[in-house]
């Protein structure tokens, strides 16, 4: 059994550790387009208040230590732009290299999550309007408030 899961933080992650411990056998992956996998959204108010100290510590495992743990394989930095359902693939492109490669499947688990809204307020693209959704939004954040710039 072939299972691919779109997205790899809170549902991605969660899905792929339950599947390996159903069944070691199942070929579980995960493609995600950030660089991070389970990281924890709610510790990152506490990074930009200083509490967590460390980036390393809104991490809570990091690909490799993630699939030591589980036995899952994870791409990061890898974007799913098409599914083909009837060939049961999805291509996917390397954020790095731009190369786009095919993955099959028996299974598919879209947890690709969410995305912030900008809402249509006058001003809301300019520099100091600041997003918290990952981990690299929590650290622009907190420089931002270390150099002075909030
Ligand atoms: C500041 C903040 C504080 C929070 N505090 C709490 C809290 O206290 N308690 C609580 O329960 N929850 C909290 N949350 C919410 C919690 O973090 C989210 O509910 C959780 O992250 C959702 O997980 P998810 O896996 O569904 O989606 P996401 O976290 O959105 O992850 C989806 C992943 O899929 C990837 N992806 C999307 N599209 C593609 C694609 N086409 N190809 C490949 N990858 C793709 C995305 O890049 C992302 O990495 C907080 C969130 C934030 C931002």
Redesign the pocket.
Same mark, same amino acid.
């Given at each position: 059994m072939k299972i691919l899961i779109? =997205? =790899?933080? &809170? &549902? *991605?992650t969660k899905v792929a550790a339950k599947l390996k411990r159903e069944n070691r056998d199942y070929d579980v992956t995960i /493609? #995600?387009?950030?660089k991070d996998i389970s990281y924890a =959204?709610?510790g /990152?108010?506490y990074y930009v208040g200083n509490v967590i100290e460390q980036r390393e510590q809104l991490i809570v495992n990091t690909p490799a230590s993630f699939s030591a743990l589980t036995g899952a394989t994870v791409l990061t930095e #890898?974007?799913?732009i098409n599914i083909n359902r009837d060939q049961k693939s999805v291509e996917a492109k390397n954020l790095t290299t731009n190369e786009i490669s095919t993955y099959s499947y028996d299974k598919l688990v879209i &947890?690709? *999550? &969410?995305s912030p809204i900008k809402p249509p307020i006058e001003g809301v693209n300019l520099d100091g309007v600041y997003y918290?959704?990952t981990p690299e939004d929590a650290i622009g954040l907190r420089e931002a408030v270390e150099a002075g710039k909030i």
């Open positions: 779109i =997205g =790899g933080v &809170a &549902a *991605g /493609l #995600t387009k950030s =959204g709610c /990152l108010p #890898t974007e799913v &947890a690709s *999550g &969410a918290m959704r």
